[in-house]
């Protein structure tokens, strides 16, 4: 069947401003209500994502031991972005998915401590040792970051940032996806990017490597 070319792009561009998106996470469909979940965080307190219907909520894939976690911490641009969420009335939940044994396994008081040392600000350090949340979300890296509006729906899913290194000179030239992301849905904007590719180290589920 021949399409013309007129048709055929107007196609094109309608597929492009589809309001979903489908990313490098399976079925995970920006777009789509977010998965809901139930994790108790660094001090035994359960946390379910549908409890925060009517507020924006971030996911932020953490491992204290990545260099590019690191990246983010040590520089502050982190804590930065988390400031700003808590500013604007996003509940931020840190999640750690590292299994017992593996890099960045730490139990509520390590998580509380790194929170200190880090002058970190989440809502909340949810633990996942399971993998059972992350799985849920088809994490991949540390950072791996997730927005999800006030309704629940999933709008952003990606990296921090678009350069992927561990070098914190690169943060100032880079494109902050997240905080863009972010502040879209505070301000009820389309996002501009609303799936990129994550950065970071591979997440330590149990049997993995590493």
């Given at each position: 069947m021949n399409?013309?070319?007129?048709?055929?792009?107007?196609?094109?561009?309608?597929?492009?401003?589809s309001p979903m998106a489908r990313g490098e996470s399976g079925d995970l469909t920006v777009g789509q209500p977010a998965p809901n979940f139930t994790?108790?965080?660094?001090?035994g307190v359960s946390h379910s994502l549908s409890e925060y219907r009517g507020k924006p909520v971030v996911l932020e894939w953490t491992n204290a031991d990545c260099p590019f976690t690191r990246k983010h911490y040590t520089s502050g641009n982190m804590q930065s972005?988390?400031?700003?969420?808590h500013r604007d009335g996003v509940v931020w939940l840190s999640v750690i998915s590292s299994a017992p044994g593996k890099q960045g396994y730490v139990d509520g008081a390590g998580a509380d401590a790194l929170t200190r040392q880090r002058g970190a600000a989440p809502a909340a350090v949810l633990l996942d040792p399971s993998g059972s949340v992350a799985h849920l979300y088809h994490a991949k890296t540390t950072p791996h970051m997730y927005v999800i509006d006030r309704d629940g729906t999933l709008k952003y899913m990606g990296g921090m940032d678009s350069i992927a290194s561990t070098d914190v000179s690169d943060i100032a030239g880079a494109e902050p996806y997240l905080k863009e992301a972010m502040?879209?849905?505070v301000d009820n904007k389309p996002v501009p990017h609303p799936v990129t590719k994550p950065y970071g180290c591979s997440i330590k589920y149990q049997g993995s490597e590493g």
């Open positions: 399409i013309s070319r007129p048709i055929f792009a107007a196609v094109l561009l309608a597929c492009s401003l994790a108790v965080d660094s001090k972005v988390q400031t700003l969420a502040q879209a849905v």
